[in-house]
């Protein structure tokens, strides 16, 4: 049972590059999310879906395009990558509003 | 705006020597707190969900309670392998996708 699989989990880019960050989950969950963690700081929720072709902005999300195409994945764009976007970025799901979110492992994103 | 505050940002305990975190929130209308482990590295495992003042749930050596204003979670004769960080999160009962707001954690080390 993969859960929650996010990759890649490294990657250094230049700024003003694009990339995706792909997050895929195998529990049918319609409820996903996008959440960047930073030193001194909680998780903050970029961008969320809560089901296939349905997603909305959360408290971050500028910079950021996300698509929900299927009830799998739910990949996050960077557009134009900045120095600021320098962070741990975790994709989650949950089956229902109510119940917690399975998290994956992170992304660990350096712009230089 | 939901606040989520927790103490101490850093705790380091003898192996066997019970503590407290806490967890100390500001909600508009709370429909579930939630704690959660974070190792390094890897992304947040859920353990506990509390939805009212006065409700317990026990897991282990970890024990969760919560009152209107806070939520503690309690090591009991604490192990090394209990060393991790430990980031509590509310969840509003209000709006579609009902927000999650997430604190930015306390890192438990605990000494063999």
């Known amino acids: 049972n993969a859960g929650v699989t996010q990759t890649p989990k490294f990657q250094v880019l230049k700024t003003g590059q694009s990339m995706t960050l792909q997050c895929a989950q195998d529990m049918n969950h319609e409820y996903m999310s996008w959440y960047r963690q930073d030193p001194g700081m909680g998780l903050r929720l970029i961008h969320y879906?809560?089901?296939?072709?349905?997603?909305d902005q959360g408290e971050v999300p500028n910079g950021y395009n996300v698509s929900r195409s299927t009830t799998e994945d739910f990949p996050l764009r960077l557009l134009s990558a900045a120095p600021s976007q320098t962070s741990v970025y975790f994709c989650?799901?949950?089956?229902?509003?109510?119940?917690?979110?399975?998290f994956g492992d992170g992304t660990r994103l350096s712009i230089l | 705006e939901d606040q989520v505050t927790q103490s101490p940002e850093a705790l380091r305990l003898q192996e066997g020597e019970s503590s407290s975190l806490n967890c100390s929130y500001t909600?508009?209308?709370?429909?579930?707190l939630f704690w959660y482990r974070q190792d390094p590295g890897k992304g947040p495992e859920f353990l506990f969900t509390?939805?009212?003042a006065g409700e317990e749930k026990e897991k282990e050596r970890l024990k969760a309670t919560l009152t209107k204003k806070e939520s503690f979670l309690h090591i009991t004769a604490p192990k090394p392998e209990d060393s991790a960080t430990y980031l509590c999160?509310?969840?509003?009962?209000?709006?579609?996708?009902?927000?999650?707001?997430f604190g930015i954690g306390t890192k438990l080390q605990v000494i063999p």
């Open positions: 879906s809560v089901g296939a072709g349905i997603t």
């Open positions: 999160a509310v969840q509003a009962a209000s709006g579609g996708y009902q927000k999650v707001t």
């Open positions: 509390l939805y009212s």
């Open positions: 909600v508009s209308g709370l429909r579930g």
């Open positions: 989650a799901s949950r089956a229902e509003v109510h119940q917690p979110q399975h």
